[in-house]
């Protein structure tokens, strides 16, 4: 019988402390992310900068104002290069994300199912899942860059964005169709994150390829959408909490930003993994771990889950 979500908030925690290990794909994803993005950025600037550095110009001398007039003029005159750069450096992070959140998942229907998990589920759930995951990701970016859509008569009737701010009065209309779209992309926005909130865990869970887990996950969020709903805005409510904090205590303190990076890898990110991966097992009917049937009957419970 599927679980109601207070049960799937309590399990799912119970589950999440008996397996910090979870917090591991995250850490990693995110070390590995700040590696590539290093080594993108100083790609850029050597890129950019080349010419002048061959100069002999020293940019640690130039004050921040002068340096980004620079590279902002640098950046128009390569800006196909820029563009492909960015394209490139985008799919590469997304795909590294991919593999670490498929194995993130992966570890948490393992712990959903049978009680533990171990890293070599994460590496499993990544290589099988990574492709497919990244390519469900892009998917879901061009499905919310479509919505651009709603802001494009918007901005044809403001026309020029600079005469908009001289005179607003003069554009009045058009800003008012333009504010109008972009609050029809936001709600557009919404409403795709939150009925493909199960996208990614249909697909790991059930090794599906991108079109038939966003199908999954569509129908599971219409028999489900109060419990879904409830569990949105619990993770979009955690994942403020670092933010909060962090103004609370001071945001100008490096050790203040490392503590609340470390909370959101660590505790907010793994527990909502395990919180979804739960939601989504339940409402498919899976068997899950219940360690007061393992105490009755623990034989009987691991045949169930190996399929015997």
């Not at 058009?174 to 009925?195: H, K, R, T």
Request: charged share 15%.
């Amino acid at each position: 019988m599927p679980e109601d979500i207070g049960t799937i908030i309590n399990k799912g925690f119970k589950t999440w402390v008996r397996n910090l290990n979870i917090s591991i794909p995250f850490i990693l994803n995110s070390i590995v992310g700040g590696i590539i993005s290093f080594f993108f950025f100083a790609l850029i600037g050597v890129l950019l900068l080349g010419p002048e550095l061959e100069s002999g110009l020293d940019p640690t001398l130039l004050p921040p104002e002068e340096l980004f007039s620079i590279m902002g003029a640098a950046v128009l005159e390569n800006i196909g290069m820029v563009l492909l750069l960015g394209i490139t450096f985008y799919l590469l992070v997304t795909f590294v994300q991919a593999f670490f959140t498929a194995g993130a998942i992966g570890m948490a229907k393992r712990a959903a199912e049978t009680g533990d998990t171990v890293l070599s589920d994460m590496v499993i759930a990544g290589k099988k899942n990574a492709f497919r995951l990244f390519l469900v990701s892009v998917l879901m970016g061009l499905l919310v860059l479509a919505g651009i859509v709603f802001v494009v008569p918007g901005a044809l009737a403001v026309g020029d964005l600079s005469l908009l701010l001289d005179n607003p009065e003069a554009s009045l209309r058009g800003a008012g169709l333009l504010s109008m779209g972009i609050m029809v992309w936001v709600l557009y926005v919404l409403i795709i994150n939150i009925s493909l909130s199960l996208v990614g865990y249909a697909l790991v869970v059930d090794e599906l390829d991108p079109l038939e887990a966003i199908s999954r996950a569509l129908r599971v969020f219409m028999g489900n959408k109060l419990d879904i709903i409830i569990l949105w805005v619990l993770s979009l409510s955690l994942s403020f909490v670092g933010s909060y904090a962090q103004e609370l205590i001071g945001s100008d303190s490096g050790f203040v930003i490392i503590l609340t990076t470390l909370f959101s890898l660590i505790v907010i990110a793994p527990l909502t993994a395990v919180w979804w991966t739960r939601l989504y097992l339940t409402k498919t009917c899976r068997d899950l771990y219940d360690h007061k049937e393992l105490l009755c009957d623990p034989h009987e419970f691991m045949d169930n889950n190996r399929g015997f």
